[in-house]
């Protein structure tokens, strides 16, 4: 397993970039604007064909780049949970953008639950509504990584002030994650990567989520 990172955009968005090596196949997972043409190019020279845009969530910052990768990745097929394919389809109505986001529709649907795979690498969607009522994060079981999207952030918690989060929604979601293994490294939407024994015990978020659940 390799994994390359790159973050930017105007909310300064992680997107990242797994691969098996051995297979030479990747997805790309969340695509900010202006951010994921570095990642392609990683994916040129070492000879890795994307299969797959894999979305945590559909709102702009996520997604935005989105046709640069189908575009140079013609066989990338888009994932998105079925409840924030309108968030895709019509990127531009979320906030005031300085730019114009090109809508699309999923090439497929999330679901709790499923298994995917990169190659060798196996894959599990968790549903993990809150910031987005469609948002997932992906596990990956063997390795321990879970790439996290908005729900842990930068020692805080994906915001909740949308027409579609919930707060206790979200909490919910944090006690699910929080119960795969605590050395699991997370990898979020913003800011830097860190663990779930990390998140515990420095993120006053995650403790209150944890507590609520007792």
Excluded: C
């Amino acid at each position: 397993m390799k994994v390359y990172s790159n973050a930017g955009g105007i909310a300064q968005t992680n997107s990242y970039l797994v691969a098996d090596e051995k297979a030479k196949v990747a997805v790309l997972f969340d695509a900010p604007d202006h951010t994921v043409a570095p990642l392609l190019d990683e994916a040129v020279k070492q000879g890795w064909e994307i299969i797959g845009l894999w979305l945590t969530h559909g709102h702009f910052d996520h997604m935005a780049d989105h046709l640069l990768v189908t575009e140079r990745f013609p066989n990338a097929k888009v994932l998105v949970h079925k409840l924030d394919e309108l968030k895709i389809e019509k990127p531009n109505s979320q906030f005031p953008l300085p730019f114009k986001i090109a809508p699309r529709s999923a090439d497929g649907y999330l679901e709790d639950g499923e298994k995917l795979s990169i190659g060798s690498l196996a894959v599990e969607v968790i549903h993990t509504p809150g910031h987005a009522s469609g948002h997932v994060v992906y596990y990956f079981p063997a390795e321990k990584i879970v790439i996290g999207g908005d729900l842990i952030i930068m020692g805080a918690v994906g915001r909740t002030d949308l027409p579609d989060s919930s707060y206790k929604t979200l909490q919910a979601s944090i006690r699910r994650v929080m119960k795969l293994p605590k050395e699991t490294t997370l990898l979020p939407g913003h800011g830097d990567p860190s663990t779930l024994a990390d998140e515990l015990r420095t993120n006053e978020y995650v403790r209150e989520a944890v507590e609520a659940g007792e």
